[in-house]
T-cell receptor
């Protein structure tokens, strides 16, 4: 498809386990963003990749969270030693951003619903 | 005071009504986003605008940079427009999100 894809769509895990969430951005989009939305809450920025520049990790809530983007395309968000408060929908977005953060339309993936038991 | 405020928080209207959702922000911006989140959780980017007005189908977005205010209008509203509408503005390389407006259009 032509849109942003994410996998898995749903993930249930036990507290303390590690999880990996994947995002495939729109082909050619240089910017990639990760957000999360906890139940009843607004969207929370996590991390931003732009081309080959060092990512903006300022939104990551703890050192248990990390993300990488291989080859400027696919990104993986890893959560180590998951906690119940990590339960949320994790959303990925991409844009053809060139001039800077969010100066172009962001296209969102369907999200991964993470449940930590 | 939140940096991005939306109003109303909830809005219920009859099919066919003209809908207006407002967004005010307190930070300097280069662009503002309007997003739509459906009940299933999927998010669609509706508009990104930095001045003036944009129109897409029955949706119209306007922005007044001097007044730091944007509006999203829906003409001839339809039940399928029922969703949460979110405005978001960039600040310090992050996006600041409004709390969203939950819109319900009744047939």
């Amino acid at each position: 498809g032509a849109g942003v894809s994410q996998s898995p769509s749903n993930k249930v895990t036990e507290k303390g386990k590690d999880v990996e969430l994947r995002c495939d951005p729109i082909s050619g989009h240089t910017a990639l963003y990760w957000y999360r939305q906890s139940l009843g809450q607004g969207l929370e920025f996590l991390i931003y990749f732009q081309g080959n520049s060092a990512p903006d990790k300022s939104g990551l809530p703890s050192d248990r969270f990390s993300a990488e983007r291989t080859g400027g395309s696919v990104s993986t968000l890893t959560i180590q030693r998951t906690q119940q408060e990590d339960s949320a929908v994790y959303l990925c977005a991409s844009s053809s951003d060139i001039a800077g953060f969010s100066t172009d339309t962001q296209y969102f993936g369907p999200g991964t619903r993470l449940t930590v038991l | 005071k939140n940096e991005v405020e939306q109003s109303p928080q909830n809005l219920t209207a009859q099919e066919g009504e003209f809908i207006t959702i407002n967004c005010s922000y307190s930070v300097g911006i280069s662009a503002l986003h309007w997003l739509q989140q459906h009940p299933g959780g999927g998010i669609v980017s509706l508009f990104m605008l930095s001045s003036g007005k944009k129109k897409h189908g029955r949706l119209i977005a306007t922005i007044n940079i001097q007044e730091k205010h944007s509006s999203l209008h829906i003409t001839a509203s339809h039940p399928r427009d029922s969703a949460v509408y979110i405005c978001a503005v960039p600040s310090n390389y992050q996006l600041i999100w409004g709390a969203g407006t939950k819109l319900i259009i009744k047939p």
